[in-house]
């Protein structure tokens, strides 16, 4: 056994599950690092899971219609899309013994907002403790503001611990948006990263 197992070893066991295109994003960069756990990825939008490498088991719920990716930003049809997968879900859930879930995603669209309370609750169904880190969008998106605030609560009411990213103040001046967004998502790994070595 290294070095890393031995001072790691008596951690709890943990699965991390990206949903919808920023979730996706922070399971993206967890990858490229060393992490012990599962890494799990689901979304609507099958561009977004193509770039994940082999250590990501992915999920794809719905299928790609024409030029049409993802759930458009509805919610409600997320949710009906995830359900049907919910069995793909139990599979890969089953394959692992965590006792708990690092579950990551924004509200403000459709998969991360409608989607995650679903799989937040299978996980506890499962027995495990539940920890979702949640990305609110930027002030300027006025349009998704009121279905992010819904969305936070009912991401809330399904989990046991919960953290809210505002991507506002993740900002940096003179920053081009991609950059911003490359620097939160690692900064979201970070904590989910560090959630469980205190935990
Ligand atoms: N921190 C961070 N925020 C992001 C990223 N991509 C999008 N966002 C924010 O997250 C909100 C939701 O976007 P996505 O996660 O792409 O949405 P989704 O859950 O995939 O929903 P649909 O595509 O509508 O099905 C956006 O309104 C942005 O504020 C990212 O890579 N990092
Ligand atoms: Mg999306």
Redesign the pocket.
Known sequence: MGLIDRLLGSREKVVYIG????????INDLSKRRVRGQLIAI???ES?LEMLGENVEVVLAGKRTGKD???????AL?QSLILDEGTKITDLLLKNDADTAVII???????????TPIVADLCREFGKNVITLI????AI?KA?IKK?KEGIREIQKASDVSYI?E?DQ?VSANEAMSE???K??RL?ADKALKEMRIS
């Open positions: 949903v919808g295109g920023a979730g996706v994003a922070a979304d609507t939008d977004i990716y993802g759930s458009n930003g509805d919610a997320a995603s924004a509200v403000g669209g459709g998969t991360g907002t409608g989607g990305i609110a969008p930027f998106e998704r992010a990213f991507n993740m911003t967004l490359v939160a998502n979201i």
